[in-house]
């Protein structure tokens, strides 16, 4: 299984700013994703994070204002951006490979607050 | 798009009942896996079901998949406190690496 790091846990932002969630591998993976889960709530998947191409974006995300970066294998960046109030929120990363069963190993989650 | 419902949405039980959680698809499923999350943590994976009818046991858990692919339980038998937590099922009709996550059941142990 892979060991998976997320930075920064948690922080509380000003509406209109934006911040950089970064995700980090201890091994080389070929799938990365980026899920919301708000309190309570279920998972809703944002994106699927592509090395050295543009992510591919779920219905209802777009581009602009979850901008993703893969740089490599093991390494990917998720930036909200213009946050309002209704992206508070806890922003998660995971990982597969590209062979079955694609079982999802998760990061320990970034806790987002926007005032 | 597709969702994915699951239920009960909420359990409290007594330690030593036991607990069912339903997941339900309107669409034929290619693959079902199911996770649990602690109270404050992430997602982890449990298993996965393939296999229409499947049926596969992980000491007091034991997970089916219907014979129409389109639902699944997870069983537990003999609860105890360590299985708080909220359950998920995660669907995919594709048979590929996307999941589309159920809407979970929250499991409360009484002690």
């Known amino acids: 299984s892979a060991v998976i790091s997320q930075k920064p846990s948690r922080d509380i932002c000003q509406r209109g700013t934006s911040l950089t969630i970064q995700c980090q591998v201890d091994s080389q993976v070929t799938m990365m994703f980026w899920y919301r889960q708000q309190p309570g709530q279920s998972l809703t998947l944002i994106a699927t994070?592509?090395?050295?191409?543009?992510?591919?974006?779920e219905s209802g995300f777009v581009i602009d204002k979850f901008p993703i970066s893969r740089p490599n294998l093991t390494f990917s960046t998720l930036t909200v951006s213009n946050m309002s109030p209704e992206d508070s929120s806890i922003y998660l990363c995971?990982?597969?490979?590209?062979?079955?069963?694609?079982?999802?190993?998760f990061g320990p989650g970034t806790r987002l607050t926007v005032t | 798009g597709q969702q994915v419902m699951q239920i009960p949405q909420y359990q409290h039980v007594q330690e030593g009942e036991d607990f069912t959680t339903y997941c339900n698809s309107s669409?034929?499923?290619?693959?079902i896996q199911w996770y649990k999350q602690r109270p404050g943590g992430h997602p982890v994976f449990l298993i996965q079901?393939?296999?229409?009818?499947e049926v596969k046991k992980q000491k007091r858990l034991t997970f089916q998949f219907g014979e129409a692919k389109k639902n699944s339980s997870l069983h537990i038998t003999a609860t105890q406190t360590t299985d708080v937590g909220t359950y998920f099922c995660a669907v995919t009709t594709s048979g590929t690496y996307k999941y589309i996550f159920g809407t979970g059941t929250r499991l409360k142990v009484l002690a």
């Open positions: 669409t034929t499923l290619s693959n």
């Open positions: 079901l393939v296999k229409s009818g």
């Open positions: 995971s990982v597969s490979g590209t062979l079955g069963p694609y079982e999802q190993y």
């Open positions: 994070a592509n090395q050295g191409s543009e992510a591919t974006y």
